[in-house]
C-alpha cells in the first residue's frame, strides 16, 4: 500500500485524485495539506506542510507556484518523493527543483496524461519530416476560465520537445500584435485560450504549402491527469533522488 500526502487536495485536481485514490486498493492518501479545510475529506488535512506530522511513501502536488518552496523544503528534510504536477513555476523555481532532485526523487511533467506524452513523441518525428520542408510550426492551447498561467505548461513542454531537436534555435512568440513583419521561419507561435470549462486542448499546427497537418490531443476529464499522477506516485517510491517524468513511467509499464 503506497501512503500519499495529497498537497493541494481541496483544489479541483486535489478532489480528482482523492477520488481515483479511494478507489484504488494500492493506494491510500493518510494526509491532504491545503490551506481552506473546511472541505470534508476522509483523511486530515493541515493547511501547511510544516504542520503535517503524518508520515507517507510519496507526495502528489496539485497546488500553485506560491507552495513549491515549501514543498520542495518539506520533501528534502524528509526525504520524502514528489509527483510535481503544478505548473507555471518561475526559472528561480525550476532550478531550486533541480537542486532538490540531487536530494530526493522529483517527478516533473507538465502534463500527466499517457496521451499527451505521446503526442510529444509524434510531434517530434512530424517536425523531421516537416521542418525541413519550410513548414512553419503553430501551437493553439486552450484550458477552463479557472487557469491562471498562460500558455499552459503542455503546450511549453510541446513547444520544447521540437526545439530540442534544433538545438533550441527557435524563438517562441505569445504576442503578434505589436509586430507589423513577416513571420520568422525560425519561431513557434504559442497562443492561449481561456473560457468555460475547457478541461484541456493542444493542437499542434504545421502549415506548409497548400496543405496544413494538426497532432491533437483533447481531455475531456481531468480524471486522466489525476490516474496519470497516480500511477506516477506509485512509480516513485523506493526511486533513488534524481529527476523522472511520465517517459521513466510509460517505460515502466
Known amino acids: 500500500m503506497v501512503k500519499v500526502i495529497m498537497h493541494g487536495c481541496n483544489g479541483h485536481m486535489g478532489r480528482v485524485v482523492t477520488d481515483i485514490c479511494s478507489k484504488d486498493e494500492n493506494t491510500k492518501i493518510v494526509a491532504g495539506i491545503d490551506p481552506y479545510t473546511g472541505v470534508p475529506n476522509e483523511y486530515p488535512v493541515f493547511e501547511s506542510l510544516d504542520k503535517c506530522d503524518i508520515e507517507a511513501d510519496v507526495i502528489i502536488d496539485f497546488s500553485n507556484a506560491s507552495s513549491i518552496e515549501a514543498l520542495i523544503k518539506y520533501a528534502v528534510s524528509t526525504s520524502t518523493p514528489v509527483v510535481l504536477c503544478t505548473t507555471g513555476l518561475s526559472d528561480e523555481q525550476?532550478?531550486?527543483v533541480?537542486?532538490?532532485?540531487?536530494?530526493?526523487?522529483?517527478?516533473?511533467?507538465?502534463?500527466?496524461s499517457l496521451g499527451i506524452n505521446t503526442l510529444m513523441d509524434l510531434v517530434k518525428k512530424a517536425a523531421n519530416i516537416f521542418v525541413e520542408a519550410g513548414?512553419?510550426?503553430?501551437?493553439v492551447e486552450k484550458h477552463h476560465n479557472r487557469k491562471v498561467d498562460a500558455p499552459s505548461g503542455t503546450a511549453i513542454a510541446l513547444a520544447d520537445s521540437i526545439n530540442e531537436e534544433y538545438g533550441n534555435s527557435y524563438e517562441y512568440v505569445y504576442d503578434r500584435s505589436t509586430r507589423r513583419e513577416k513571420r520568422p521561419s525560425k519561431e513557434i507561435g504559442i497562443s492561449a485560450v481561456r473560457g468555460g470549462t475547457i478541461v484541456g486542448d493542444h493542437d499542434v499546427i504545421f502549415a506548409g504549402m497548400d496543405e496544413v497537418i494538426t497532432l491533437s490531443h483533447t481531455a475531456y476529464s481531468r480524471s486522466v491527469f489525476a490516474k496519470g499522477a497516480v500511477e506516477a506516485a506509485k512509480f516513485l517510491v523506493g526511486k533513488t533522488p534524481g529527476m523522472y517524468d511520465m517517459k521513466d513511467v510509460i517505460a515502466d509499464k
Do not use: F, R
Open 98 to 112: 533541480e537542486d532538490a532532485s540531487a536530494k530526493v526523487a522529483i517527478l516533473k511533467s507538465a502534463n500527466m
Open 135 to 139: 513548414y512553419d510550426i503553430e501551437i
Open 94 to 96: 525550476l532550478g531550486e
